[in-house]
Nanobody
Framework: QVQLVESGGGLVQPGGSLRLSCAAS????????MGWYRQAPGKGRELVAR???????NYADSVKGRFAISRDNSKNTVYLQMNSLKPEDTAVYYC?????????????????WGQGTQVTVSS
């Protein structure tokens, strides 16, 4: 049906930057909202940023002014530019996409998740 593939995680020093990417592929009719979530050890999954198809965005208070979400609708891809990273940003980052897809007979709607990419901020 639909697959989300993330890339761009890694180890970075405090104050550094990383850019995450997530590409949706498969029998996609249209991708609506896309977003990034994160889960730190021992904590629940939390919203980092979301972006609608027309480019409207919202951010968690903890990342406002440091992170920027964007998307390329022609590639069904969402990006997360992370600047001024802090140790508390360390987590597994997951992308999410609200997709309309075809199963060959009709259009269905489902929210998909990526496999997660580790971001570690440490000196």
């Amino acid at each position: 049906q639909v697959q989300l593939v993330e890339s761009g995680g890694g180890l970075v020093q405090p104050g550094g930057s990383l850019r995450l990417s997530c590409a949706a592929s498969g029998s996609i009719f249209r991708v609506n909202d896309m977003g990034w979530y994160r889960q730190a050890p021992g904590k629940g999954r939390e919203l980092v940023a979301r972006i609608s198809r027309d480019g409207s965005t919202n951010y968690a208070d903890s990342v406002k002014g440091r992170f920027a979400i964007s998307r390329d609708n022609s590639k069904n891809t969402v990006y997360l530019q992370m600047n001024s990273l802090k140790p508390e940003d360390t987590a597994v980052y997951y992308c999410s996409a609200d997709c309309l897809y075809t199963n060959g007979e009709s259009i269905q709607r489902r929210n998909y998740w990526g496999q997660g990419t580790q971001v570690t901020v440490s000196s």
